[in-house]
T-cell receptor, first 112, second 112 residues
C-alpha cells in the first residue's frame, strides 16, 4: 500500500525566506502527484499537479519537483509571505482515476 | 465558474442519530469523491463515483455509511447511526476525469 509522509509536520519561517516542503512516497509507480493548500476550517485548494512523466511544475512563486526513483517531491515557495501560512498537503495517485493517498501535511507559519 | 458546493458547513448531532451531507460538483465533472479528514491528518477516500456509478467504495464503512449520486450530478453521503468516532470533516471533490481534483469547503461533523 502506498504510504505518503510529509516531514516536518510544522515549521515557522520569517517573511521573505524561501519555503521548502517535502513529500515522500513508498511506491514509485505513481500516476500523478498533487500539492494542496488548506486554510484552517476550509477545504483544499489545488496548487500544482505533476504528471508522472514530468519532473517539475511551476506557478508563480511555487515550484514543485518530482523524483519518482527516489520517491520524493518538493514544493518550493519563493519569498514567503504571511498569507502563505496554511497547511500544505501532498497527494499521490497510483491509478488514472485519482485514487489519492494523502500525507498528513506540513503546517506552515510565516511571521511578519 | 462555481466551485464544489457542500452543505451544511457544520453539523452537531448526538450519537445514534442519522446525518446527511450534500455535494454539488463543478459542472461537467463526471468524477465525484467523498473523503473523510480527521484532525491533523490528510483526507481518506470513502467513495468515488464515475457519473452515477460507485466505482470504488472499498473504504466506505457500509454498515452505517451510504451514498448516492442518482442523476450523475449532485451526491448525498449518509451516516446512520452516527458514532462518536465519526466526528471529522467530510470533504467532497470533483474532477473532469484523470486529472486534478477540486475540493469543496467540507462539512464539519461533531458527534456528541
Amino acid at each position: 500500500k502506498q504510504e505518503v509522509t510529509q516531514i516536518p509536520a510544522a515549521l515557522s519561517v520569517p517573511e521573505g525566506e524561501n519555503l521548502v516542503l517535502n513529500c515522500s512516497f513508498t511506491d514509485s509507480a505513481i500516476y500523478n502527484l498533487q500539492w494542496f493548500r488548506q486554510d484552517p476550517g476550509k477545504g483544499l485548494t489545488s496548487l500544482l499537479l505533476i504528471q508522472s512523466s514530468q519532473r517539475e511544475q511551476t506557478s508563480g512563486r511555487l515550484n514543485a519537483s518530482l523524483d519518482k526513483s527516489s520517491g520524493r517531491s518538493t514544493l518550493y515557495i519563493a519569498a514567503s509571505q504571511p498569507g502563505d501560512s496554511a497547511t500544505y498537503l501532498c497527494a499521490v495517485s497510483t491509478d488514472s482515476w485519482g485514487k489519492f493517498q494523502f500525507g498528513a501535511g506540513t503546517q506552515v507559519v510565516v511571521t511578519p | 465558474e462555481a466551485g464544489v458546493v457542500q452543505s451544511p458547513r457544520y453539523k452537531i448531532i448526538e450519537k445514534k442519530q442519522p446525518v446527511a451531507f450534500w455535494c454539488n460538483p463543478i459542472s461537467g465533472h463526471n468524477t465525484l469523491y467523498w473523503y473523510r479528514q480527521n484532525l491533523g491528518q490528510g483526507p481518506e477516500l470513502l467513495i468515488r463515483y464515475e457519473n452515477e456509478e460507485a466505482v470504488d467504495d472499498s473504504q466506505l464503512p457500509k454498515d452505517r455509511f451510504s451514498a448516492e449520486r442518482l442523476k450523475g450530478v449532485d451526491s448525498t453521503l449518509k451516516i446512520q447511526p452516527a458514532e462518536l468516532g465519526d466526528s471529522a470533516v467530510y470533504l467532497c471533490a470533483s474532477s473532469p476525469g484523470q486529472a486534478e481534483q477540486f475540493f469543496g469547503p467540507g462539512t464539519r461533523l461533531t458527534v456528541l
